[in-house]
């Protein structure tokens, strides 16, 4: 059974009844009253939704009633008509008769009377913006109202359901300032009218007894049998006693109260004055199964379309037919195009079992010589590394370079020597930092003893990791391959010195001669002569020009130890010598990079000893050449 909730208001209170619907009725599950603040604007929209969001009942379908003074209402006399005509007859009447309906107006009706005579109905209209404004106050919380009864007719719909009569039946709904009273007669409703309460509440009661008495009078009962008569007050009685009493004196009929709860379902409610609920009670009630007492401008009465249904029910049978064998045919056909590119993919998966086995084994290689080369560190390119990197002599003595390849692959390149300060080893380790290399160590030790390179470190490591070897190693591939085309990219060779061992040659400036020998002779070791060719100068010290910017750079020294100047040295050459060794030191300190080695001894070696030494020879000059 759906719930549903059914909402009525004033300007007084809003009254609310929740309910499971169902063709035999209504059972009623909560009934809430709550009084909304006159002064507050918007008061009932408020009121609603705060009631509705803690008591849960938001989103839950609407039914709601409406008061006599929202609509005009009024009986209609018809002359005989068909009741399939009859929607349109009311409607082009009340065109006619009422004052606010027009070519737009919502008109519903119920039927009073109908004979050979004429058609006696109950018509009530109302403004389509008046329906457009009800509808907003529903639009946050609720959807469109389902129903929109006229509330009179709703509580005299109840009534008529569960205590029929074909006597008369005055029913009287006392609201906060309202009252609404119904006649029906045989029931049918034959009068409607809704009044102001006066404010005093001791004034209600004998208000009440002249609205009814006006009322008996205008139905045109007047004249029948007062026994015949019952006067109903929706109500308990202990609420409505002083009503009763002051009713019943004034008209002179027994007045009997209906608590509308005791003709439905659920639980008796425990507000005082429960036939204000009466109106909802009834719209539930009548929700499912309908009433033809109900005025309800939501679904107001049409025509009937008397189009026949024969050609839509085939027609609805043949599209349902098509589209299940449609369907049908559609699985079954997409079921058999899987099925076939199952099997396909089954046997090119068999079909690739074998290679794939043969591509593990081949990967599974690949890695392991992989893992073999990441410890494959060309110690060259970063020796090169390191000689450019490295500061001056001034600055800096390298002392031991040690290599060494871990277990876990990659290389470490261990550095040793001394500095002039810390911040030269601190420059030289930020500048050997990138994102191939990363350098470690505790930094340098002061070492008091020392005069010019009073620092010493010898744990400063160069650390290359195994994916940067592996990394360097695919780039080398990939630019080998771009290179060489379609050639497969190798392991670089190492590069092998192609020039000749003879063409090795040794510059001898005088700046990095011996400042305690400045006579000794300086000679390259040179390619054996036949005996008959004659001997060339010496050349002694004294004809070395003054500094390494006076000498000519294909000047080589290659006279034999033997050999006798051809003329002696000018007096002032002699004294020039006499100075070479302080030049040599302050040249040498000025031109660090113009480092070349000097025999310990000016004795010629023979030819195969001195190439051997050239080829040693690094470009680190020694502490006592310094």
């Known amino acids: 059974m759906p719930k549903k909730i059914a909402i009525d ?71 005989p008509v068909p009741d399939e005509e009859l929607p349109d007859m009311v409607r082009f009447q009340a065109i006619r008769d009422f004052a606010a309906a027009g070519e737009k107006a919502i008109i519903d009706f119920v039927p009073v009377r109908s004979d050979s005579t004429g058609v006696e109905v109950v018509a009530a209209a109302m403004a389509p913006d008046q329906l457009n404004k009800i509808d907003k106050l529903f639009e946050v919380d609720h959807s469109t109202p389902e129903r929109m009864a006229l509330r009179p007719l709703a509580a005299a719909a109840l009534f008529a359901k569960r205590q029929p009569s074909e006597g008369e039946v005055v029913l009287v709904d006392l609201l906060a300032d309202d009252a609404d009273i119904v006649i029906l007669r045989g029931g049918k409703p034959v009068f409607v009218r809704s009044f102001r309460l006066p404010a005093d509440p001791t004034g209600r009661p004998a208000a009440l007894a002249g609205e009814v008495r006006r009322s008996v009078m205008a139905s045109g009962s007047g004249d029948g049998n007062p026994a015949e008569r019952r006067i109903v007050i929706w109500g308990r009685k202990e609420d409505h006693a002083e009503d009763i009493q002051q009713l ?48 309800d401008f939501r679904n107001p009465r049409e025509r009937p379309a008397v189009e026949s249904q024969r050609g839509r029910y085939l027609l609805y049978g043949t599209a349902a037919a098509a589209a299940v064998l449609i369907a049908g045919f559609g699985a079954w056909s997409s079921l058999n195009r899987r099925d076939a590119t199952l099997r396909s993919l089954r046997t090119e998966l068999t079909a690739l079992e074998p290679l794939v086995k043969e591509s593990e084994v081949a990967i599974s290689r690949a890695e392991r010589v992989d893992s073999f080369l990441d410890g494959n560190v060309i110690w060259l390119q970063e020796l090169k590394r390191v000689a450019e990197t490295v500061p001056p002599a001034e600055e800096m003595l390298l002392t031991n370079i040690a290599m060494n390849s871990p277990a876990q ?28 290399h990363r350098v470690i160590g505790q930094g340098a030790k002061e070492e008091p003893s020392a005069a010019v390179y009073g620092w010493v470190f010898d744990d400063t490591k160069i650390v290359i990791e195994p994916d940067v070897v592996r990394s360097m190693r695919d780039i080398r591939r990939y630019e080998a391959a771009q290179n060489d085309g379609n050639e497969t990219p190798q392991e670089p060779a190492p590069v092998e010195d192609s020039k000749p061992e003879a063409e090795t040659e040794t510059e001898i400036t005088e700046a990095e001669m011996p400042a305690a020998e400045p006579a000794t002779e300086v000679a390259e070791p040179a390619e054996p002569e ?23 750079a294909d000047a080589k020294p290659t006279a034999p130890a033997d050999a006798v100047p051809t003329e002696a040295a000018p007096a002032e050459t002699t004294t020039e010598a006499d100075a070479a060794p302080a030049d040599a030191a302050s040249e040498s300190s000025a031109d660090p990079d113009n480092r070349e080695v000097v025999p310990d001894s000016a004795t010629p070696a023979p030819a195969a000893e001195s190439e051997a030494n050239a080829a040693d020879a690094t470009s680190t000059p020694s502490p006592e050449a310094l």
Do not use: Y
């Open 9 to 79: 208001w004033d300007a007084t209170e809003l009254r609310m009844v929740v309910g499971k619907t169902s063709a035999n009725g209504v059972t009623v599950t909560n009934t809430v009253i709550v009084p909304i603040a006159a002064e507050e604007q918007g008061g009932f929209a408020k009121t609603l939704q705060s009631t509705c969001a803690d008591l849960g009942l938001s989103k839950l379908p609407v039914l709601i009633t409406i008061g006599r003074g929202k609509a005009e209402l009024r009986p209609l006399t018809l002359p």
């Open 248 to 295: 019943s004196q004034r008209i002179g009929l027994q007045v009997e109260t209906l608590d509308p709860f005791s003709l439905v379902a659920g639980e008796p409610t425990a507000h005082s004055h429960v036939g204000r609920l009466a109106p909802l009670v009834g719209l539930l009630d009548l929700d499912e199964s309908g009433s033809p007492l109900l005025i």
């Open 409 to 436: 692959k990659g290389g470490e390149l261990t550095l040793s020597g001394r500095v002039t300060k810390p911040s030269v080893l601190d420059k030289l380790r930020r500048t050997l930092t990138d994102e191939q």
């Open 530 to 552: 036949p005996e008959s060719a004659e001997p060339e100068p010496e050349v002694t010290e004294a004809e070395v020009p003054e500094s390494p910017a006076d000498t000519p």
